[in-house]
């Protein structure tokens, strides 16, 4: 082989590997863009059926009237999206009442792939009303074990009883109204504290924490916190970032500009409540449900 030939060859050699290396990073850029779309597919109807499953678990039949006939004031839908609740997730819900109006859309929500803690009132406090509460909770539960079987029920009475859920297990800790009651009857800081931190141990690392309250405004004073069973935002935050949350976002979801939270019996004077007179009962439900922050916080 001459010279020139010998070049010619090296140069045709030299080009094809080029080709080659082209053409295999080409393949490469068109499976990786094939995996991505792939993925954002899969996500997308992941979602849709996320989706579709809150929607069937909110319009369920065991939902009784009056309960379905407050989500136009309580948005479960959208608080529970902002919340990034998921099927396949462990949730503990903080006292859910006698009533459980968020355990009957979450039980059916979780039931299939996830887990729901209900960390309940104390069946022996020396309230009524929590004795009761849990009491009636418990009940409801017996009563559609197709729903709720799977529930397991908690106790959270801070101080004393904190244990919600097995430490570092839960992807979620909703809590919704409650907080004003640790507060409240000389609660304070302590019991507030009490609670988010025990809420933080329960979660995994980067678990969340969701909180809905009834809010006070800022340029009322804090005094008010003690009676009106209303709080201030900026009050909420400041104790779950001591307990070592980060608070990631805000909602205005459940926010009511109608609400002056200025009423003679506290937040107990708007529906659902309305201890009002018969004459003032048009006034206050005109107004509809509280003001209410909606914090979502992270656990680092």
Not at 68 to 77: E, G, L, S, Y
Not at 135 to 142: C, P, T
Not at 247 to 272: Q, R
Not at 282 to 298: H, W
Request: contains cysteine; hydrophobic residues 40%; neutral net charge.
């Amino acid at each position: 082989m001459n010279a020139i030939t010998s070049e010619k060859f090296k140069a045709s050699s030299t080009n094809s590997s080029i080709i080659h290396r082209l053409c295999s990073v080409g393949i490469l850029s068109i499976g990786l863009l094939f995996s991505l779309a792939s993925t954002a597919a899969e996500k997308a109807d992941a979602s849709s059926t996320n989706a579709d499953l809150l929607d069937s678990a909110i319009q369920s039949a065991h939902r009784t009237t009056e309960q379905k006939a407050r989500d136009v004031f309580r948005h479960p839908a959208e608080t529970l999206r902002f919340f990034e609740v998921e099927p396949n997730m462990t949730v503990v819900e903080i006292w859910p009442g006698a009533s459980g109006w968020y355990s009957a859309i979450l039980a059916p929500y979780l039931r299939e792939e996830g887990k729901l803690y209900a960390a309940q009132f104390n069946e022996k406090s020396e309230a009524a009303y929590f004795r009761e509460g849990r009491k009636n909770y418990m009940e409801m539960l017996r009563d559609n074990r197709a729903v709720y079987d799977r529930v397991t029920v908690t106790t959270f009475d801070p101080p004393a009883f904190l244990t919600v859920a097995p430490a570092g297990t839960a992807d979620r800790v909703l809590t919704f109204r409650n907080a004003h009651n640790w507060y409240m009857r000389g609660g304070g800081d302590a019991k507030i504290l009490a609670a988010f931190t025990a809420f933080h141990r329960a979660l995994k690392p980067g678990g969340i924490l969701g909180v809905v309250d009834h809010r006070l405004p800022e340029d009322q004073p804090s005094s008010k916190q003690e009676t009106s069973g209303y709080l201030h935002q900026d009050y909420v935050i400041k104790m779950a970032e001591q307990a070592g949350f980060t608070l990631v976002a805000s909602s205005e979801i459940n926010a009511n500009p109608k609400d002056t939270a200025d009423h003679a019996h506290g937040v107990w004077t708007l529906p659902p409540s309305l201890r009002v007179d018969e004459a003032e009962r048009e006034k206050y439900s005109a107004i509809g449900e509280s003001d209410r922050m909606t914090l979502k916080f992270v656990k680092k």
